[in-house]
């Protein structure tokens, strides 16, 4: 069931769909935001990898010239992490870091002194379920093969947790 989660199945962030959107005001109040934000349990939340706000576009970007990043840009970023990870898995019984999990999570998602110190305050901060924390360290694996970085670093770690926006959402 997970796998069929649409983006309908992602929520707005309040029950009229405006809060912090520069163009409309807001009219639910911190009551009915909870309220609303409730309704997704955690261990739900915590099956869905990257969670991330989409604001509204200005025409103004809709009408701009294309980015310097192109498709074909991005497709071989994410190809050459693919045999990254090819190499580093080959004759493991997994093949990409979505499936890293008990001690091949330890091996492979290893952290500095500084990085556990980051992932630690994060995870004690946002109340992180352990399923969070494993996700976190995916996502970075992630995207520290996308930067073709052998370690993973605390930037890649903070960009992780900010891929999770709806477990910083919980806060609120």
Do not use: W
Not at 27 to 56: M, N
């Amino acid at each position: 069931m997970l796998n069929k989660l649409s983006l309908k199945s992602v929520p707005n962030p309040c029950p009229c769909g405006y809060l912090g959107d520069d163009r409309h005001a807001c009219t639910c109040g911190d009551a009915e935001v909870r309220r609303y934000r409730s309704r997704l349990s955690g261990p739900l939340l915590d099956r869905i990898d990257l969670q991330v706000e989409v604001p509204a576009v200005p025409y103004k970007d809709l009408k701009a010239d294309a980015s310097p990043v192109t498709s074909a840009v991005m497709r071989a970023r994410v190809l050459t992490a693919r045999e990254i990870q090819a190499e580093r898995y080959a004759g493991q019984p997994l093949t990409v870091n979505g499936r890293l999990s008990g001690r091949h999570l330890a091996v492979h998602c290893r952290l500095t002194a500084e990085g556990h110190g980051f992932l630690e305050g994060a995870v004690r901060r946002l109340g992180l379920s352990a399923r969070s924390h494993t996700r976190i360290l995916r996502i970075a694996r992630t995207i520290a093969d996308l930067d073709a970085e052998a370690e993973l670093r605390v930037e890649h770690l903070a960009e992780a947790v900010n891929l999770r926006s709806l477990d910083r959402q919980r806060l609120v």
